[in-house]
């Protein structure tokens, strides 16, 4: 063979295998590399207005880049006041001049936080950094002749906007095969009784390389005990099948939050109704290959627990909310296997009061003094809202209305510092368990989680910053974390949420006096309007499919 035709079978080679070599060994850089280093980005040199708006429904086109070409990373920081935002924001990625999008996906899902929530990542393809803020693609995305990325503001509540690089290398000649990149969201509300949840659904020749699951509890209890199934080619008798679900994402005896280069849970709330969980599984280093199509589903099974507190099954079909966003590289670009859905149906009905914006309508004991601070990088609106306090038993009252019937469940995002106390929740003047069910953690037996004893359950929110991790940003501006307060049945019409000082966290001191610190700042108080109800039918339904199965 001539050398002209080894060095391009090497080259060809090289271009094949870029993304293991890449992802496995610093070694590829020692490799001549063909190509120019390229970028688009939101950035311009007249001045620092480097971002861009997005308006209430807008669509932008971000970068069209002509080809051949590899998109190498893109980095996004993305900001609104829908605290939602990061489902509400939707990118888009389009190869080779197609009319649908290969890439179709929540910003947030996309980049391993689901239910509109944020979190860090540190992963070997993406990585989200600084609090929730910083979003890094490091997937590898080849095309022949041209991409195009649009970003979607889909809220219909607020503005939005973002600043982002796109870093690509532009090739002289197309690569021999190219294997195109694709990421699609998908959800199943609500869950179809005894069905396993469908993750994916392939036609044609590729290999499937990750998976971001998230769940809306509907009951509570350990959610997981589904087992993963990989249909290829389709053969009667799946491949490759799993032991449960939080064994797919490689962890064992229930879910932790943690992050690592190939699996990760990086969002976890308590056993309860409406817990919110997100887990990644990268499938870097074992690929699942097929030539004609794949179907992989996760049964939605786990133990199931009646609205008394009661395990009526270790292993029953449970009715949570469950979306995802699966990723795989195709040798074309693949037609949308499943819809996407809307804004509207991919997040609960919200009620959000920034509280800055609404500190006129509040009341407080004497002594107590409510302020808004000019800036914090922590908060929504920027100005936070700080409640200066002194004294053990200083109350403040947040009312807030209810325009329809339902079981609402209530969240308080705390902007957490060094020189703040801890606090008493009251709904409407009435302990939280007069009024509905605890999901503030503490005092929490999985096996018992509303047959508690009073004395057990936690009613009370500290405002100390425990998860402290960086000194300048979180002694400057402190750290917003949504704390979930419980789920209520309220009625239409208007409601209170009283804090009462009751002490301070043994680190907490104010660095001025030295004394104790019994401060609080928050900044928003939301209430989602929980979409299950009457479950204790739904679980007697189920018990008796469960019955004629045996």
């Known amino acids: 063979m001539k050398r002209s035709l080894i060095a391009a079978a090497a080259l060809a080679a090289i271009h094949c295998l870029a993304i293991p070599l890449a992802s496995q060994s610093l070694s590829v850089l020692t490799l001549p590399q063909e190509g120019r280093s390229m970028r688009a980005s939101s950035g311009n040199t007249g001045n620092n207005d480097d971002a861009i708006d997005l308006a209430k429904g807008e669509t932008k086109t971000?970068?069209?880049?002509?080809?051949?070409?590899?998109?190498?990373?893109?980095?996004?920081?993305?900001?609104?006041?829908?605290?939602?935002?990061?489902?509400?924001?939707?990118?888009?990625?389009?190869?080779?001049?197609?009319?649908?999008?290969?890439?179709?996906?929540?910003?947030?899902?996309f980049f391993a936080a689901g239910n509109g929530m944020r979190a860090e990542v540190n992963s070997l393809p993406v990585k989200v950094?600084?609090?929730?803020?910083?979003?890094?693609?490091?997937?590898?995305?080849?095309?022949?002749?041209?991409?195009?990325?649009?970003?979607?503001?889909?809220?219909?509540?607020?503005?939005?906007?973002?600043?982002?690089?796109?870093?690509?290398?532009?090739?002289?000649?197309?690569?021999?095969?190219?294997?195109?990149?694709?990421?699609?969201?998908h959800q199943e509300y609500p869950a179809e009784m005894?069905?396993?949840?469908?993750?994916?659904?392939?036609?044609?020749?590729?290999?499937?390389?990750?998976?971001?699951?998230?769940?809306?509890?509907?009951?509570?209890?350990?959610?997981?005990?589904?087992?993963?199934?990989?249909?290829?080619?389709?053969?009667?008798?799946?491949?490759?099948?799993g032991t449960g679900t939080e064994d797919y994402i490689n962890e064992a005896w229930n879910m932790r939050v943690h992050t690592g280069l190939y699996t990760g849970c990086t969002i976890f709330e308590p056993r309860s109704p409406d817990a919110?969980?997100?887990?990644?599984?990268?499938?870097?280093?074992?690929?699942?290959?097929?030539r004609k199509s794949l179907k992989f589903t996760i049964e939605r099974r786990g133990y199931v627990m009646n609205a008394k507190g009661e395990v009526v099954a270790q292993s029953g079909s449970r009715p949570d909310n469950w979306s995802s966003v699966s990723y795989w590289y195709q040798d074309a670009v693949a037609e949308p296997w499943c819809?996407?859905?809307?804004?509207?149906?991919?997040?609960?009905?919200?009620?959000?009061?920034?509280?800055?914006?609404?500190?006129?309508?509040?009341?407080?004991?004497?002594?107590?003094?409510?302020?808004?601070?000019?800036?914090?990088?922590?908060?929504?609106?920027?100005?936070?809202?700080?409640?200066?306090?002194?004294?053990?038993?200083?109350?403040?009252?947040?009312?807030?209305?209810?325009?329809?019937?339902?079981?609402?469940?209530?969240?308080?995002?705390?902007?957490?510092?060094?020189?703040?106390g801890i606090w008493k929740v009251l709904v409407d003047g009435k302990e939280i368990y007069e009024v509905g069910e605890s999901h503030i953690p503490g005092g929490y037996d999985v096996d018992m989680v509303t047959q508690q004893p009073l004395n057990r359950i936690n009613t009370t929110l500290d405002f100390f910053n425990v998860f402290r991790k960086d000194e300048h940003e979180d002694i400057i501006y402190g750290q917003?974390?949504?704390?979930?307060?419980?789920?209520?049945?309220?009625?239409?019409?208007?409601?209170?949420?009283?804090?009462?000082?009751?002490?301070?966290?043994?680190?907490?001191?104010?660095?001025?006096?030295?004394?104790?610190?019994y401060n609080m700042a928050a900044d928003v108080l939301s209430l989602r309007k929980f979409p299950f109800e009457n479950m204790d039918a739904w679980i007697d339904k189920m018990l008796e499919m469960e019955k004629r199965k045996k």
């Open 194 to 241: 005894g069905k396993p949840y469908t993750v994916f659904i392939g036609k044609g020749r590729g290999h499937y390389v990750g998976t971001v699951l998230s769940s809306q509890n509907g009951i509570g209890h350990w959610f997981g005990e589904g087992d993963d199934n990989f249909t290829i080619d389709g053969e009667t008798t799946p491949s490759i099948l």
């Open 62 to 109: 971000i970068a069209v880049l002509e080809g051949p070409g590899k998109i190498t990373h893109f980095w996004l920081v993305p900001w609104s006041q829908d605290i939602r935002f990061t489902c509400a924001l939707v990118l888009r990625i389009y190869w080779d001049g197609a009319a649908v999008p290969s890439v179709e996906v929540p910003l947030g899902d």
């Open 480 to 517: 917003r974390r949504e704390a979930k307060i419980g789920l209520f049945e309220f009625g239409p019409g208007k409601h209170t949420l009283r804090l009462v000082c009751v002490g301070a966290n043994p680190l907490s001191v104010d660095p001025l006096t030295g004394k104790p610190g």
């Open 339 to 420: 819809p996407f859905p809307p804004y509207k149906e991919r997040v609960n009905p919200e009620i959000v009061l920034h509280l800055p914006e609404v500190i006129k309508t509040m009341t407080h004991s004497a002594g107590v003094e409510l302020r808004i601070l000019p800036y914090s990088r922590a908060t929504w609106t920027k100005p936070w809202f700080h409640v200066k306090n002194e004294t053990v038993g200083s109350w403040v009252e947040i009312p807030f209305t209810i325009p329809e019937k339902g079981r609402y469940s209530m969240s308080l995002f705390q902007t957490l510092r060094t020189d703040e």
């Open 276 to 290: 919110r969980v997100t887990a990644y599984r990268w499938h870097i280093q074992d690929a699942v290959l097929f």
């Open 129 to 185: 950094s600084s609090f929730g803020r910083g979003y890094n693609c490091y997937w590898e995305m080849p095309f022949r002749k041209r991409a195009r990325i649009t970003i979607t503001n889909e809220s219909d509540k607020e503005t939005a906007g973002t600043y982002y690089q796109i870093d690509w290398v532009k090739y002289d000649q197309p690569p021999p095969a190219v294997m195109y990149f694709h990421a699609r969201y």
